[in-house]
């Protein structure tokens, strides 16, 4: 099973680190990744969203991510 995962990441320099270390777990069954956050008016604001494609554990990857943050997900 293939699926798209977005990642609501509201505090991103304090969870970073968390984020990175679950998505390295996770790597070999991650084809793509995309972070997205708003420059914001000449500073780099705090929250953002990540993309991730994924070819195989999507549930598992999803529940692992669910534990920490807001996640959606679309199964093809």
């Not at 798209?4 to 984020?19: M, P, T």
């Amino acid at each position: 099973m293939k699926a798209i995962i977005g990642i609501s990441v509201e505090n991103r320099r304090e969870e970073a680190a968390k984020l990175q270390n679950i998505l390295t777990d996770y790597g070999c069954v991650i084809k793509t990744r995309i972070g997205l956050h708003d420059m914001g008016e000449y500073k780099c604001l705090n929250y953002g969203v990540v993309l991730l494609e994924v070819i195989d554990k999507v549930n598992e990857i999803y529940d692992e991510l669910s534990k920490h943050w807001h996640v959606q997900i679309m199964k093809f």
